[in-house]
């Protein structure tokens, strides 16, 4: 009895090393590539992976190699994928707040937006986006400035009256400014739009403007706008259920590196815009920013949906005025 009491004891114990020794693996998806999503995700890896060598290994898998972005971010809620990083637009079928990122002139520069999202009482604010669906925002990445490439190039707000044009998402300050601006808006992932435009399914994108150079867009079509007032924002989203798995001290790395990566490419997501400004001549393509009359005209159309949209959402209308303070301050 004693032999196999002390067996028993010997056997627990390398049970019990084992499961203390295990490693456990964070897969991150993200659609795009070589810009600062892709930035964030190598910084962090490397970061985390340092703070809990053997426990924590991660793996990036950008330019959707896990999947277009409806699956990967319906992935990370059922938890066969533990974090993804798409635009904001396309988290709002699980957090309807998610839109707040798309309501027009709500960020005065990059800076501000970026000092927004490191501001303490902002991401109390954030961290309750998705809690019901079992995920949470890690790390809140301010893409870039907001531009919309068109076959038909577009000079003045009147050109975009009968357009076909593939927005980010599907919320209604996507959807609505383009209806308001005669055009057709039509929600698509990234990795479809390429064919779409090649097969004239749409006439133009919207998207951030290091998406452009990063894919090579100037090859499509040489005409990009910027649209006054709107930058993109890619919340990185990780399952909670990952999180209470791991443990709390490996879940506090996990949250603390993805804020200490997401500050380290700030300054990256702002010379990735600037020098994507360069690389789209460099390559035959024309920058077109409307004149002070016609961004007048633009925002005029588009503002009065922001009222309409407070309106339906209490919580949402104390996002967008805390967040706009903090933007401001």
């Known amino acids: 009895m004693r032999t196999r009491a002390i067996l028993f004891s010997a056997l627990l114990a390398m049970t019990s090393g084992a499961v203390m020794a295990q490693t456990h693996t964070i897969k991150i998806s993200s659609p795009t590539v070589n810009d600062v999503t892709h930035e964030w995700m190598k910084e962090f890896k490397s970061a985390v992976e340092a703070r809990a060598p053997g426990k924590l290994k991660v793996e990036i898998y950008p330019a959707s190699q896990l999947g277009q972005i409806p699956a990967t971010v319906e992935g990370v ?12 637009g396309f988290l709002i079928g699980l957090e309807p707040r998610f839109q707040i990122f798309d309501a027009p002139d709500i960020f005065p520069t990059m800076e501000a937006a970026q000092k927004t999202f490191a501001d303490p009482a ?17 790390a809140m990445l301010l893409h870039g400035p907001v531009m919309l490439l068109s076959s038909k190039p577009i000079r003045k707000v009147a050109d975009f009256k009968g357009q076909k044009i593939r927005v980010p998402g599907a919320a209604p300050f996507q959807i609505e400014p383009f209806r308001r601006l005669g055009a057709s808006p039509l929600s698509m992932p990234l990795g479809e739009v390429l064919s779409a435009m090649q097969n004239r399914t749409i006439d133009g994108m919207v998207a951030s403007s290091t ?34 798995k791991i443990g709390p001290e490996l879940a506090t790395i996990v949250r603390e590196e993805a804020l200490n990566a997401q500050r380290r490419v700030e300054k990256f997501a702002q010379d990735d815009a600037a020098n994507t400004e360069k690389v789209w001549k460099q390559n035959g393509g024309e920058l077109i920013a409307f004149d002070d009359a016609e961004k007048a005209r633009y925002l005029e159309t588009i503002r009065p949906i922001i009222p309409v949209a407070l309106e339906r959402n209490e919580k949402l209308k104390a996002d967008y005025e805390a967040i706009s303070a903090a933007a401001r301050k």
């Open 211 to 244: 998406v452009f150079t990063a894919f090579k867009y100037y090859d499509l079509a040489k005409g990009l706008t910027a649209l006054p007032g709107s930058f993109l924002v890619v919340p990185a989203m990780v399952n909670t259920e990952f999180l209470k």
């Open 122 to 138: 902002i991401r109390k604010r954030f961290s309750e986006y998705g809690a019901a669906k079992g995920i949470e925002p890690i």
């Open 77 to 88: 809620a059922m938890g066969t994928i533990e974090i993804t990083a798409p635009a904001s």
